[in-house]
């Protein structure tokens, strides 16, 4: 068992350096390969006014006239223990994790992406609770009940959420239950939770239904399967033999085992989703991590991007290992390996 | 009536290509402290009709008419939540595969405790403590440690000891094991059998054993019903079915078993060609398209199904030929055979 976390720990690290090592090649390295002089990449920084020896300056300044390994070296620091920059009148301290200044704002990038993180973690949330909810249930019963009404019912609006975008779904709830009927706020809602408990989760209760919906689908048909595969199998038949009755036999039984490749699929799309929600973002201009990437990617804001593909990335990463070492307490025979 | 009581039981499954009769018109009993093997090939409806007792089809797509008495009690009409209740309790059931039967995510030892909990109003912790008591009772070495291990963790033979411990948590009176040492390796299923016998007396429950091998049940069992497409084909005691066997099928099983008081390097004698679908049963008898003595019916085998005839105090046989012919085939050809073969 712990030999199984210390690996799954130091996979969980080793897949953060190759991350950072390619995020770091395509914003930094590809550029230059393509031919980009140190002077071509240092004039994103600096102002259209300036002159071809301010340019070179900044150039020096920023390293890109360093080899590759030790621009990369600079970057890790900066990610690991902050960085400075030496902008000629004072040095200017930026503090872990450092992933530059926005082109824009000149704002540093890890606060901005610190305050758009509860917005997505709080879509996240809520919508995840829904469909994992929603989608076993309705799994469960469909398996359960094959070839009923309900069955068909079920998969056949499973078939809609999974094949309809969710900027339709969105767009298609918004028109009905905001501007139609007014049950739900209009686009655009955003209140803290520790401002208002209440009016946040009103305020996401559409972008969490859409969201969950999509999701939902997914997992109601992937229960459904899974489930109509451990019911048949012959430990199911003891637990009837005992005498169980039959809801701790499908629950205890049959859901327990069906649960376990629901659960990989989950770390999976919880950490992408944490890492920006972009379209149900966009659809609903929620503030999140998602709509700040596309802003970044409009602005062509480099750090911007580079900060929210770094952080999204590390969120896929910690789910995934997160979702390893439940594995283990899920499933007693992965301890073993 | 004896305790258990089969009447006229038939299973059938409808699907898509047909009507499975896998049971048609099975009936036998069991008294408690005694013990009725089941015997037969894949596909004969053995494993079908001990589900069918324990009620294991209901809410399937199986239509079960027939009456299983147990203790004086009607099951076939009684609500699958009373069925439900004596499930465990009053009848349990020993699986064939220990490893796929078991839960792979919970300890063996929650395993027994759920099934003793099901039914007895009693702690976790008093629970806990008779499964370690079964456990030892099976024979399990360092039942208190063993208690927390998975299945996974365990042997064939120690996965087979935990299903019946788990089987017998609650005492059953009946006790219905199918296939228990099929798929354990040869000196293990030796253990296993002696430890169900020594069980089977501590408990004085009911026992029946399902089995396509006739000598796990020849020191087992009293009474042996041979089972052929879903039917019975010989019903008798134990001495009738080996000394005395009277339907071809038998002969051919006992052709078929290894035996240690015969030449290593001889050959056994196989039953030509195989069980027959359960939705086309043959015409006439079952058998009689592998029955090598057929054409003495003078065609009768092939138009007309021969009905289960008493032959000799308790002893039954389905068979067309008369009891005479069959006794003698038996002493002067199927005997001689058997024995220098």
């Known amino acids: 068992m712990f030999t199984y976390i210390i ?57 890109f006239n360093d080899p590759v390994v030790v621009q990369y070296g600079r970057f890790v620091k900066g990610l690991v223990a902050g960085a400075e920059y ?118 996401l209760l559409l972008p969490w239904i859409t969201l969950a919906f999509l999701f939902a689908a997914t997992y109601a048909r992937l229960t459904r399967a899974g489930m109509l595969e451990t019911m048949g199998e012959d430990y199911i038949r003891t637990a009837r033999a005992k005498g169980l009755h039959e809801r701790e036999v499908v629950v205890k039984h049959g859901l327990r085992a069906a649960l376990t490749p629901i659960l990989t699929l989950f770390g999976i799309d919880f950490g992408l989703l944490i890492g920006g929600a972009i379209l149900t973002e966009t659809t609903y201009t929620l503030p999140g991590l998602g709509q700040f990437a596309i802003l970044a990617i409009r602005n062509q804001d480099m750090p911007q991007v580079m900060g929210v593909v770094l952080v999204a990335a590390m969120f896929v990463v910690v789910a995934s290992l997160v979702v390893d070492l439940l594995y283990a307490v899920v499933d007693p025979r992965v301890r073993l390996s | 009536m004896s305790f258990l009581d089969v009447k006229d039981l038939k299973i059938h499954f409808p699907t898509d290509d047909g009507l499975v009769k896998s049971v048609d018109g099975l009936s036998f009993s069991v008294d408690r402290g005694k013990t009725l093997g089941i015997v037969g090939e894949s596909g004969s409806g053995k494993s079908v009709t001990s589900l069918g007792v324990l009620g294991l089809h209901k809410g399937g797509r199986a239509r079960i008419s027939g009456e299983i008495w147990l203790d004086g009690e009607e099951l076939n009409g009684a609500s699958a939540e009373h069925v439900r209740g004596l499930r465990g309790k009053k009848m349990a059931m020993i699986f064939q595969d220990p490893l796929s039967s078991m839960h792979p995510y919970y300890t063996v030892g929650h395993q027994i405790i759920e099934a003793y909990r099901i039914h007895n109003d009693v702690t976790r912790q008093v629970a806990r403590k008779h499964a370690i008591d079964m456990l030892g009772r099976v024979g399990i070495p360092e039942p208190a440690r063993r208690v927390d291990s998975y299945p996974h ?138 029955c090598p003595f057929a054409e ?41 055979a058997l024995e220098t073969s």
């Open chain 2, 296 to 336: 003495r019916t003078g065609g009768k085998a092939e138009t007309e199904a021969p009905a289960l005839a008493e032959t000799e105090g308790g002893h039954l046989v389905r068979c067309h030929m008369s009891r005479d012919e069959r006794r003698t085939l038996w002493e002067t050809e199927i005997k001689p």
């Open chain 1, 86 to 203: 030496d902008y000629g009148a004072g040095v200017e301290q930026c503090p872990a994790p450092c992933f530059g200044y926005s082109f824009i704002s000149g704002q540093p990038v890890w606060p901005d992406l610190l305050d758009r993180m509860p917005v997505t973690f709080s879509l996240a949330i809520g919508a995840a609770v829904l469909w994992v909810v929603g989608g076993v249930c309705v799994g469960v019963i469909s398996a359960l009940r094959r070839g009923s009404f309900f069955d068909r019912l079920s998969m056949g609006t499973a078939l809609a959420g999974v094949s309809l975008p969710i900027f339709f779904t969105g767009m298609l709830s918004l028109v009905v239950f905001s501007y139609g009927l007014g049950w739900t706020p209009p686009g655009g809602a955003w209140t803290d939770i520790s401002v208002n408990p209440a009016q946040w989760a009103y305020n």
């Open chain 1, 7 to 63: 690996k799954r720990v130091i996979g969980a690290f080793a897949m953060l350096i190759v991350i950072s090592m390619v995020t770091f090649g395509i914003f930094y390295v590809v550029p230059q390969w393509a031919g980009a002089s140190p002077e071509a990449m240092a004039s994103r920084y600096v102002g259209r006014a300036a002159t071809p020896e301010t340019v070179h300056l900044v150039a020096e300044r920023l390293g």
């Open chain 2, 153 to 290: 963790e365990f042997s064939g033979g120690m996965r087979q000891r935990a299903m019946i411990a788990m089987a017998l948590s609650c005492d059953p009176e009946l006790l219905i094991a199918d296939e228990p040492t099929t798929a354990l390796d040869v000196t293990v299923q030796a253990q296993i059998l002696d430890l169900m016998r020594d069980l089977q007396s501590e408990f004085n429950s009911a026992l029946i054993i399902i089995t396509h091998d006739l000598g796990v049940v020849a020191e087992l069992s009293n009474d042996i019903l041979v089972m052929y497409a879903g039917r019975c084909v010989e019903y008798g005691s134990t001495d009738d079915i080996f000394y005395r066997p009277e339907h071809p099928y038998t002969w051919g099983l006992l052709g078929s078993m290894p035996r240690l008081d015969r030449e290593p390097t001889e050959r056994l004698l196989p039953i030509k060609g195989s069980p027959p679908s359960l939705i086309n049963v043959p015409e006439g008898c079952a058998f009689h398209p592998r």
